[in-house]
């Protein structure tokens, strides 16, 4: 159950854009997206509800695509505070677990 | 302000012993998680619980112990039996995972030595 995330590394550009991308084999409820920096803990950027959903936060924005059970990250003009690990987390439709699952993550360096 | 406290920030064991790593949260949130973190490996769950005296083993909960006696504290052991213990340990806490997401506390880093 365990998400596929790639690709497993980014380098940038400041000003530059990335996209990463988060599958299921299972069918999705949800999909959530955090930011680790080196060191610390992960923090929340958005969750996705509904097939098709788009959110942004600044520059930053999400898809989920329900029917292929995937969902995309996408960094415009990164910046250098961009810089981090990018983890999905899936939440399977119709478990009563309540509980994520999470994908390796993707680690994205942005350069001056 | 509300959050997760967890403490220690680091930790160091030795072979045999059990250690436990303490988790508290005034979000009064009611779900929390044990999530272990180890270098290209992401996040991997180790318990969690919906409500307090009722928890749930993860994906790798052999080797490690937890308690719910108090909504506010979810405190994590790792026992003599876990084999590898040196990792980055993540305690979360939800409202509602279905709609809302995870707040992670700070982290605590254990070495055994």
């Known amino acids: 159950q365990q998400p596929v995330q790639s690709p497993q590394a980014v380098i940038l550009r400041e000003g530059e854009d990335a996209v990463i991308n988060c599958s299921s084999s299972k069918a999705l409820y949800s999909v959530h997206w955090y930011r680790q920096k080196h060191g610390e803990a992960p923090v929340f950027l958005m969750i996705l509800l509904k097939g098709g959903e788009q959110k942004g936060h600044e520059k930053i924005s999400a898809s989920f695509n329900e029917k292929k059970q995937q969902s995309s990250l996408y960094l415009t003009a990164s910046q250098l505070s961009y810089s981090g690990t990018y983890f999905c987390?899936?939440?399977?439709?119709?478990?009563?677990?309540?509980?994520?699952?999470f994908g390796r993550g993707t680690q994205l360096t942005v350069w001056p | 302000d509300g959050g997760i406290t967890q403490s220690p920030k680091y930790l160091f064991r030795k072979e045999g012993q059990n250690v436990t790593l303490s988790c508290e949260q005034n979000?009064?949130?009611?779900?929390m998680y044990w999530y272990r973190q180890d270098p290209g490996q992401g996040l991997r769950l180790i318990y969690y619980s919906q409500i307090v005296n009722d928890f749930q083993k993860g994906d790798i909960a052999e080797g490690y112990s937890v308690s719910r006696e108090k909504k506010e504290s979810f405190p994590l052991t790792v026992t003599s039996a876990q084999k590898n213990p040196t990792a980055f340990y993540l305690c979360?806490?939800?409202?509602?995972?279905?709609?809302?997401?995870?707040?992670f506390g700070s982290g605590t880093r254990l070495t055994v030595v």
């Open positions: 987390g899936t939440l399977d439709r119709g478990s009563t677990l309540g509980r994520l699952y």
């Open positions: 979360a806490s939800s409202i509602d995972i279905g709609w809302y997401g995870y707040t």
């Open positions: 979000l009064n949130h009611d779900a």
